[in-house]
């Protein structure tokens, strides 16, 4: 089992910054990938961004984040985190953490809320 608790999240203006984290515990070992996707209301939940967890940290952005937002990954507090910045109003969403496993089981966080104002 894996569990995922994301942090970081709030009430930011238009054109702010958040970090958002999620820490993983449990059996971590065999993640190899970890991804953020948000969900806005009335909204399906769509993908953010990606990073993987071996080797090299490859990224993968939606175009709509693309140059605003960046993932990383602190390996050793088996921790990710998604920088963002110049946030917009549409940036607005409850963004949930996934690990996806070698098995490529997928687990997922609770959510953070980010809610940008104009």
């Known amino acids: 089992q894996v569990q995922l608790v994301e942090s970081g999240g709030g009430l930011v203006q238009a054109g702010g910054s958040l970090r958002l984290s999620c820490a993983a515990s449990g059996h971590t070992f065999n993640l190899y990938v970890m991804s953020w996707f948000r969900q806005a209301p009335g909204k399906e939940r769509e993908f953010v961004s990606s990073?993987?967890?071996?080797?090299?940290?490859?990224?993968d952005y939606a175009d709509s984040v693309k140059g605003r937002f960046t993932i990383s990954r602190d390996t050793a507090k088996s921790t990710v985190y998604l920088q963002m910045n110049s946030l917009k109003p549409e940036d607005t969403a409850i963004y949930y953490c996934?690990?996806?496993?070698?098995?490529?089981?997928?687990?997922w966080g609770r959510g953070t809320q980010v809610t940008v104002s104009s």
């Open positions: 996934a690990a996806r496993q070698t098995t490529n089981h997928i687990y």
């Open positions: 990073i993987t967890l071996r080797g090299g940290s490859n990224t």
